[in-house]
């Protein structure tokens, strides 16, 4: 295993309580401290404590508002749900001989309250509350408290929760993080090692990461220098050039039949040549939506598209989109949703002699900035009613305002063919 302890934030990742916790905390400002705030002035509060959020607020009284908090709040316990997926994440994890724990900036009562009560209680070997430390997430103190509860080292440890705040503790405590999308208001500035879209894939990443620590990473391996040997060999027109990318492909074909057992001969025709039944390529579109516009990329030929390409044999089509938004807009994002799978042949002019599936997916952004580079000129960000020149082959008018219809309804449905 990667990990032998996975370890939960509660709130806005095994629990939905942002909407308990927001309006309990937008009553008791009003009615105990005379402040009238917007709920989503007080999102601050979510992942902190709740003295750490009266104490921001400059509140006074801050002990008994706080009192007065956390009756309002049990008052709305009918509000709290446990996320869909999370507690069969759990028995699977269990079952996987993980060890499961959890680190909150709930006190110990609230928490025992709401576990019991959603049959959450009995999955976690080590629990860390607002009591059992002094300092607070985003300091180290949280994890490290149960590293030494669970006789953990830091190698050992994936923390996931919700909020920066979350991150900053695993990387104040030297273990791995996870963004649980499912939960978060925003990955903006929000830097994890991994981002999972929903419960299910947490399991998914850990396997992947285990079949690699033991010892299959050579497939990937082998898989990528083919990809380089294939491109190589389709776009070079030196001679000299073709003979290398031809021997990369033997290379990798003896890599694969070394470890496989295979004969050098049969590798060759399953893995080195594109033989068999044919299958249409995949090419992903990251579409990156902000204040009623969309991020396109300017290509060499002056046309815009949202940034993609063909997807890379050693990557997912997640993976791949982020890969080119970062290589060609300079920014580091996070898929949050899948929009469409697209069958170019019905949606994209011209036609090709191959077929092609194309995925949109509703990203956002982390960080970065545009720099020029080999396939981009420039970007710039365009409402649906006033684009450029589009690379109609890539994405058409019609495909963009159907990214901007997927951004606004947060219940679109995959569409697909």
Known sequence: MRYHHIVFDVDGTLLDTEEAILHSFQKTLREHAGIEKELSELSFCLGITGAAALKRLETGHEEEILLQW??????????????????????RLRADGFQLGVVTSRCRAEYERDFMRLGLDGYFDTVVCEEDTVCHKPEAEPLECYMRKAGARPEEVLYIGDRIYDMECARAAKTACGLALWGAVSVRHIHADYYFPDPASVQSVLERLDAEDEGRKWISWAMELQFIAQAGVTYSKDRFDLER????????????????????????????????????????????IEAGKILLVKEMDGRYSMPGGWVDVNKTVGENAVKETLEEAGLTVVPVRVVALHDKGLHNPPAYPYGICKVFFLCEIVDGEFSENIETVGSGWFSPDDLPVLAEDKNTKEQIEMCFDAYADKNWKTVFD
């Open 245 to 288: 990318f031809e021997r990369i492909r033997e290379l990798s074909g003896e890599i694969m039949s070394g470890y496989t057992g295979l004969s050098k001969e049969r590798v060759t025709d399953l893995f080195c040549n594109e033989t068999g039944f044919q299958t249409p390529k995949l090419d992903t579109r990251a579409a990156i």
């Open 70 to 91: 956390k009756e309002n709040l049990a008052a709305l316990r009918d509000f709290v749900r446990v996320f869909d997926g999370i507690e069969l994440l759990l028995k």
